[in-house]
T-cell receptor, first 114, second 114 residues
Framework: SAVISQKPSRDICQRGTSLTIQCQVD?????MFWYRQQPGQSLTLIAT?????????ESGFVIDKFPISRPNLTFSTLTVSNMSPEDSSIYLC???????????FGPGTRLTVL | AQKVTQAQTEISVVEKEDVTLDCVYE???????LFWYKQPPSGELVFLIR??????QNEISGRYSWNFQKSTSSFNFTITASQVVDSAVYFC???????????FGKGTTLSVSS
């Protein structure tokens, strides 16, 4: 299994600002995913981030709003830009395990935008 | 298109009762993977089980059991002799190709009272 850490664990931000969330994995993984979970809702995929290529965004999510970096096989960042209260959510990173039919999740970053 | 339906939004039971959480999925893939996750009030996602489409054997793990039926596209989860600690949101999820992102159902909130 993979152990995933995220920073920060939670934050309260002002509208119009940006926050960068870090995701660190204890092993090298090819595929990383970023999900959003709005209050009381299910998880929705934001984008898939593979090392060495541009992130692939799902419908409704754009790079200008959620830029992603994937500089190596153990690390990724997601930035939530120009935040509004609607961005208040839990943001989770996830990785596919070695056997590719496992999915491990980080503890999440709980973001509140005022 | 792939889809996961968890028709039960909320379930309330009394301790020691058995409870079944339903999950119905849609996919055109021949190979796919089904997952169950638990999300307690603390917010982290706890992996419970993964099943691939070629393995229809039911599985039992302690008080937990899973019934996978391809004929009805269902992957139901039963908790036997429920406990207060089982109170959480439970998500069923589907993955197409190995290592791809998960599609989540809306979740079922289980409340177990003493």
């Amino acid at each position: 299994s993979a152990v995933i850490s995220q920073k920060p664990s939670r934050d309260i931000c002002q509208r119009g600002t940006s926050l960068t969330i870090q995701c660190q994995v204890d092993s090298q993984v090819t595929m990383m995913f970023w999900y959003r979970q709005q209050p009381g809702q299910s998880l929705t995929l934001i984008a898939t981030a593979n090392q060495g290529s541009e992130a692939t965004y799902e419908s409704g999510f754009v790079i200008d709003k959620f830029p992603i970096s994937r500089p190596n096989l153990t690390f990724s960042t997601l930035t939530v830009s120009n935040m509004s209260p609607e961005d208040s959510s839990i943001y989770l990173c996830s990785v596919a395990g070695d056997s590719y039919n496992e999915q491990f999740f980080g503890p999440g970053t709980r973001l509140t935008v005022l | 298109a792939q889809k996961v339906t968890q028709a039960q939004t909320e379930i309330s039971v009394v301790e020691k009762e058995d409870v079944t959480l339903d999950c119905v999925y849609e996919t055109r893939d021949t190979t796919y993977y089904l997952f169950w996750y638990k999300q307690p009030p603390s917010g982290e996602l706890v992996f419970l089980i993964r099943r691939n489409s070629f393995d229809e054997q039911n599985e039992i793990s302690g008080r937990y059991s899973w019934n996978f039926q391809k004929s009805t596209s269902s992957f139901n989860f039963t908790i036997t002799a429920s406990q207060v600690v089982d109170s959480a949101v439970y998500f069923c999820a589907l993955s197409g190709q190995a290592g791809t992102a998960l599609i989540f159902g809306k979740g079922t909130t289980l409340s177990v009272s003493s």
